[in-house]
């Protein structure tokens, strides 16, 4: 099974657990795309791996057109019925693939990409893409959780992302996502870094994950070495852990 058909399968029987999910819906880093970029009220905006719409809904009242998109239709039923309950009329839902956009160049003046870059199976494809519908001087926001610099961790982090979540592919360190925008013709800035608390139980209910997969992840925490314990801000007894959300602002020029 490809990533793109494992992220379909793995999300569409939760999609309404999305839907609820407070670390989804709220968050420092959320607060910080809408403060990150200056708005007219009449741009045409990409949300791009919507999920739920969380990101698609908050922007909705200060934009004029904005089409949510994933690849998995449950996500997409979600995000309709958020919208249709707060009454907003310029959102638009659009199944499709952040890797190949069926949208003509220069399309739009705002691209987000929130809590979904993780999923991308191969993240410079998108980003050009992206780049390619961004009008000249249109922002792309992207905000996801990044690995830490620190190789252990790193590996420690993903693996236990990807026991979660088979469609996850990797967290990127904020310094590669620049690397990639800056390859895509994206002038790119770090806006910010903010801990991300991850309550093990909620984490792992989010995603129905199998019985098997949380106990091996438990064991991978119980011996985890005092690198990736202090990293993670990992309790001995504990299972909660946290992980970095960074925010990137880049610009096509």
């Known amino acids: 099974m490809d990533i793109k058909t494992a992220v379909q399968s793995q999300f ?14 709220f968050g420092p880093d959320l607060a910080a795309m809408l403060a990150s970029v200056a708005l007219r009220g009449d741009e045409r905006m990409l949300d791009a791996g919507c999920g739920a719409g969380h990101t698609a809904l908050a922007f909705a009242p200060r934009v004029g ?3 949510a998109l994933d690849l998995t239709i449950a996500m997409l039923a979600q995000t309709r019925r958020l919208a249709q309950e707060r009454g907003l009329t310029n959102l638009s839902i659009e199944r499709g693939d952040v890797e190949q956009l069926q949208h003509p160049d220069a399309s739009f003046g705002l691209v987000t990409s929130r809590y979904s870059a993780h999923h991308y199976p191969h993240p410079q494809t998108a980003l050009r893409e992206i780049a390619r519908v961004l009008r000249p001087g249109g922002t792309l926001l992207l905000s996801d959780v990044v690995a830490p610099d620190a190789p252990a961790s790193d590996t420690f982090l993903n693996a236990i992302e990807l026991l979660r979540d088979p469609s996850h592919v990797r967290d990127h360190t904020p310094d590669q996502w620049l690397r990639m925008c800056s390859l895509a013709g994206l002038q790119a800035e770090l806006i910010g870094t903010w801990p991300l608390r991850l309550e093990f139980e909620p984490w792992v209910a989010r995603m129905n994950t199998p019985f098997l997969a949380i106990t091996q992840i438990r064991q991978l925490i119980d011996g985890a070495p005092r690198e990736v314990r202090n990293t993670l801000a990992l309790t001995e007894g504990e299972y909660s852990f946290s992980a970095a959300t960074a925010l990137i602002r880049a610009v096509k020029v």
């Open 65 to 67: 057109v904005i089409v």
């Open 12 to 25: 569409t029987p939760v999609a309404a657990n999305y839907a609820t999910s407070t670390v989804h819906a």
